[in-house]
């Protein structure tokens, strides 16, 4: 930190041949009321006077605007004093600065410090500075405050108010940078200024809902230190969950056993996000030493607690065990949810299994539990990669047909595997749905599209039916307009998204992530740089996270332009403040990396995915292997095509056939390849 020169307290007037007069902003009668408490203050300072005690004199005017109850009164000691010839001095200008702000009057602070501070060339000490930065925080000038605290915190004989540093700080919180607010904070905790209590909860709340957690530890400890009061019980769990989001287990499990040591009862959503944190980073074994805690502590869980479990086994692909769960909820008479039905749905759509997850589906009615489109939507999706086209339209007939509202994932599903330019007749179904599942409206009879001819009388309609959702629910034209926004960026139809995207936001709805995201593919594929900019400040200032989608639609979108230094500082901001990425990243810059034949930088980030916590799985293995194959390196994607079997990861026929491919083409010794494909 640069060292700044210390602040001169001895300031040496030149004498004047008139008097000082004032120009303080707050109007005045030059008359003050009379009272004995003013008349004896005034006689006082002329006894004084006349008797040439200079300093009593000042000193009497710097008391009676201390215990002035109004700014008339203090401002009328100011006009005493400069008819009676006194020089105001730092210890009166200070005290009237004080007196301005205490009294809710900062603008006339600010202008009595600049007309008889500034301009005259005195250089205010730590009392005056301390004053000042409190004004210009309440006038909202808090750059200039900061400007003038950074002065006062970098001088030797640095005297820091409690008042300054609670403005400073609460001014970096009412704009939400609490990261800054931190630096600040630290500076300071090091200066031994006590603080009050909320200023502590403000600032470790902001930092974890901005993923500072480190940060928010640090906080934490200092509080602990120079309070010496024991934490509150919002404070540990702001910091369990923000440590529990970030995947800093170790430090979360500290935060849980000194809550108990304190003598707070852990709830079932802490132990519950507990398991969930451990079940992203498959330690399943961890999750059921939280359970089993929790059962021990006499906590009951509840269908939250067991879905968790569940969803963290069949992620490890432990289906035996998720069923085990299944059961022992059934035993202990918890029924299993929509949201139950729908992991082991998904699960059996995965593996393939479409007969079992049918049959999952089929059974919630009996069980008196209506599908959602999420139960819907992995089973379509999974009967499209089977080809079993017809079968998907009687899945998507029979869900309409019971009233379900489909969304935008059910939307994005079917435009993807339904052939290109049906985009906006699959939009205008989905709005017709969304119309009469969600609106009560019936708009059948428009889905005879031969009677549309053009892709302009497709938009009117859909536009017609867009406004009339609007009109009865704004949740609804939410989802609405992210399917017709995306319907537009499909077929390429940009200021017709963007218009849409506006239209949306200005009927009072926030866009969704998957409007964001669609947008931000559709101007990276124009070149649209400084429109994905100002999309990105428009999801800041909404509160809205991009998640991985949206890193791997800009890495992806980077590396088809051959811009991986653009594609590494996404990785690095991902680092830094998440989400983590996933391996389709990391696989799409290796793929990159191996496209300019830079194969030894692809190696580095392909090990750099293990190093960062990412298993290796099929899609990591064989875009490492294409790599090698690509620049002439057989032997060694043959040695980890091995690699990947010895590490328990069944390559699919895909993969198989991928690496013949590569190696035939490059005439690279086959080895014992064929033999395995031939087994498998």
Same mark, same amino acid.
């Given at each position: 930190?640069?060292?700044?020169?210390?602040?001169?307290?001895s300031?040496?007037?030149?004498s004047?041949?008139?008097p !000082?007069?004032?120009?303080?902003?707050?109007p005045?009668?030059?008359?003050?009321?009379?009272?004995?408490?003013?008349?004896?203050?005034q006689?006082?300072v002329?006894?004084?006077?006349?008797?040439?005690?200079?300093?009593?004199?000042?000193?009497?005017?710097?008391?009676?605007?201390?215990?002035?109850?109004?700014?008339?009164?203090a401002?009328f000691?100011?006009?005493f004093?400069?008819?009676?010839g006194v020089?105001?001095?730092?210890g009166?200008?200070?005290?009237?600065?004080?007196k301005?702000?205490?009294l809710?009057?900062?603008?006339?602070?600010?202008d009595?410090?600049h007309?008889?501070?500034?301009?005259?060339?005195?250089?205010?000490?730590?009392?005056?500075v301390?004053?000042?930065?409190?004004?210009?925080?309440?006038?909202?000038?808090?750059?200039d405050?900061?400007?003038l605290?950074?002065?006062l915190?970098g001088?030797e004989?640095?005297v820091?108010?409690?008042?300054a #540093?609670?403005?400073?700080?609460?001014?970096f919180?009412?704009?939400?940078?609490f990261?800054? %607010?931190?630096?600040?904070?630290?500076?300071?905790s090091?200066a031994?200024?006590?603080?009050?209590?909320?200023i502590?909860?403000?600032? !470790?709340?902001?930092?974890?809902?901005?993923?500072?957690?480190?940060?928010?530890i640090?906080?934490?400890?200092?509080? #602990?230190k120079?309070?010496g009061?024991?934490?509150?019980?919002?404070?540990?769990?702001t910091?369990?969950?923000?440590?529990?989001?970030?995947?800093?287990?170790?430090?979360?499990?500290?935060?849980?056993?000194?809550?108990?040591?304190?003598?707070?009862?852990?709830d079932?959503?802490m132990y519950?996000?507990?398991?969930?944190?451990?079940?992203k980073?498959?330690?399943?074994?961890?999750?059921?030493?939280?359970?089993?805690?929790?059962?021990?502590?006499?906590?009951?869980?509840?269908?939250?607690?067991y879905?968790?479990?569940?969803?963290?086994?069949?992620?490890?692909?432990?289906?035996?065990?998720a069923?085990v769960?299944w059961?022992?909820m059934?035993?202990?008479?918890?029924?299993?949810?929509?949201?139950?039905?729908n992991? $082991?749905?998904?699960?059996?759509c995965k593996?393939?299994?479409?007969?079992?997850?049918?049959?999952?589906l089929?059974?919630?009615?009996? #069980?008196n539990?209506?599908p959602?489109?999420?139960?819907?939507?992995?089973?379509i999706?999974?009967?499209?990669?089977?080809?079993r086209?017809?079968?998907?339209?009687?899945?998507?007939?029979?869900?309409?047909e019971?009233? =379900?509202?489909?969304?935008?994932?059910?939307?994005?599903?079917?435009?993807?595997?339904?052939?290109?330019?049906?985009?906006l007749?699959l939009?205008?179904?989905?709005?017709?749905?969304i119309a009469?599942?969600?609106? &009560?409206?019936d708009?059948?009879?428009?889905?005879?599209?031969d009677?549309?001819?053009?892709? %302009?009388?497709?938009?009117?309609?859909?536009?017609?039916?867009?406004?009339?959702?609007?009109?009865?629910?704004?949740?609804?034209?939410n989802?609405?307009?992210?399917i017709y926004?995306?319907?537009?960026?499909?077929?390429g139809?940009?200021?017709?998204?963007l218009?849409c995207f506006?239209?949306?936001?200005?009927?009072? #709805?926030?866009?969704?992530?998957?409007?964001f995201?669609?947008?931000?593919?559709?101007?990276?594929?124009?070149?649209r740089?400084?429109?994905?900019?100002s999309?990105?400040?428009?999801?800041?200032?909404? &509160? !809205?996270?991009?998640?991985?989608?949206?890193?791997?639609?800009?890495?992806?979108?980077?590396?088809?332009?051959?811009?991986?230094?653009s594609a590494?500082g996404?990785?690095?901001?991902?680092?830094?403040?998440?989400?983590?990425?996933?391996?389709? =990243?990391?696989?799409?810059? !290796?793929?990159?990396?191996?496209k300019?034949r830079?194969?030894?930088?692809a190696?580095?980030?392909?090990?750099?995915?293990?190093?960062?916590?990412?298993?290796?799985?099929?899609?990591?293995?064989m875009? $490492?292997?294409?790599?090698?194959?690509?620049?002439?390196?057989g032997?060694?994607a043959?040695?980890l095509?091995?690699?990947?079997?010895?590490?328990?990861?069944q390559?699919?026929?895909?993969?198989?056939?991928?690496l013949?491919?590569?190696?035939?083409?490059?005439?690279?010794?086959?080895?014992?390849?064929?033999?395995?494909?031939?087994?498998?």
């Amino acid at each position: 930190m640069i060292k700044r020169r210390p602040f001169h307290h001895s300031i040496y007037f030149k004498s004047k041949k008139r008097p !000082i007069t004032s120009t303080c902003a707050v109007p005045l009668d030059p008359q003050p009321t009379s009272n004995d408490h003013t008349s004896l203050f005034q006689s006082r300072v002329h006894d004084l006077l006349r008797r040439g005690l200079l300093s009593s004199a000042q000193q009497a005017i710097q008391r009676f605007i201390a215990s002035s109850p109004t700014v008339h009164d203090a401002v009328f000691a100011i006009e005493f004093a400069a008819a009676s010839g006194v020089d105001l001095g730092l210890g009166i200008s200070c005290e009237n600065l004080r007196k301005l702000v205490d009294l809710g009057e900062p603008l006339s602070a600010h202008d009595f410090y600049h007309d008889h501070l500034i301009a005259r060339g005195i250089e205010p000490d730590s009392n005056i500075v301390n004053s000042m930065v409190i004004c210009l925080a309440k006038l909202g000038k808090l750059d200039d405050a900061v400007k003038l605290f950074d002065r006062l915190i970098g001088s030797e004989d640095c005297v820091l108010s409690n008042a300054a #540093c609670t403005m400073i700080l609460e001014g970096f919180y009412e704009q939400d940078k609490f990261l800054e %607010a931190f630096d600040y904070f630290v500076r300071i905790s090091d200066a031994n200024v006590k603080l009050g209590m909320w200023i502590y909860n403000v600032l !470790i709340n902001g930092l974890c809902h901005q993923g500072y957690v480190g940060e928010a530890i640090q906080v934490f400890d200092i509080m #602990c230190k120079n309070t010496g009061l024991p934490p509150t019980l919002h404070m540990f769990k702001t910091l369990f969950f923000g440590l529990c989001k970030k995947g800093w287990l170790v430090e979360a499990e500290l935060v849980f056993e000194e809550m108990e040591v304190q003598g707070f009862f852990v709830d079932k959503v802490m132990y519950t996000s507990l398991m969930n944190a451990h079940g992203k980073n498959k330690k399943m074994k961890m999750a059921m030493r939280v359970y089993f805690r929790m059962l021990k502590k006499g906590c009951d869980p509840d269908i939250c607690t067991y879905n968790t479990l569940i969803h963290g086994f069949l992620k490890m692909g432990l289906f035996d065990k998720a069923w085990v769960l299944w059961n022992l909820m059934s035993d202990l008479g918890i029924q299993p949810n929509e949201v139950t039905y729908n992991l $082991m749905i998904c699960y059996y759509c995965k593996q393939g299994k479409l007969d079992c997850a049918t049959m999952l589906l089929n059974s919630m009615v009996p #069980c008196n539990l209506a599908p959602c489109v999420h139960c819907y939507t992995p089973i379509i999706a999974a009967l499209y990669k089977q080809n079993r086209c017809l079968e998907v339209d009687e899945m998507c007939e029979r869900m309409l047909e019971s009233g =379900i509202i489909p969304d935008h994932v059910l939307f994005f599903v079917l435009m993807k595997n339904e052939p290109k330019g049906l985009e906006l007749q699959l939009c205008l179904l989905m709005l017709q749905a969304i119309a009469k599942n969600g609106c &009560g409206l019936d708009h059948s009879s428009l889905s005879n599209f031969d009677k549309i001819n053009s892709s %302009a009388g497709l938009e009117q309609e859909i536009e017609l039916i867009l406004r009339e959702i609007t009109r009865i629910d704004l949740n609804l034209c939410n989802v609405a307009g992210s399917i017709y926004v995306s319907a537009l960026c499909e077929g390429g139809k940009t200021e017709a998204a963007l218009a849409c995207f506006k239209n949306v936001a200005s009927a009072g #709805c926030i866009p969704l992530l998957f409007t964001f995201n669609s947008l931000i593919k559709r101007l990276f594929q124009d070149g649209r740089f400084e429109d994905v900019k100002s999309l990105f400040e428009i999801m800041q200032n909404e &509160g !809205i996270v991009p998640n991985l989608e949206t890193y791997l639609i800009m890495v992806n979108e980077y590396c088809k332009q051959e811009d991986l230094a653009s594609a590494f500082g996404i990785l690095d901001q991902m680092k830094e403040m998440g989400p983590k990425p996933n391996v389709a =990243i990391y696989a799409c810059i !290796i793929a990159c990396l191996s496209k300019q034949r830079r194969i030894s930088e692809a190696e580095t980030v392909f090990h750099m995915m293990h190093r960062d916590g990412l298993d290796h799985d099929e899609v990591a293995y064989m875009t $490492m292997i294409k790599a090698y194959t690509r620049n002439g390196r057989g032997d060694k994607a043959l040695n980890l095509f091995e690699k990947m079997i010895e590490n328990a990861i069944q390559p699919s026929s895909y993969s198989y056939t991928a690496l013949l491919s590569g190696l035939v083409k490059r005439k690279i010794r086959l080895k014992n390849v064929g033999r395995g494909f031939c087994s498998k």
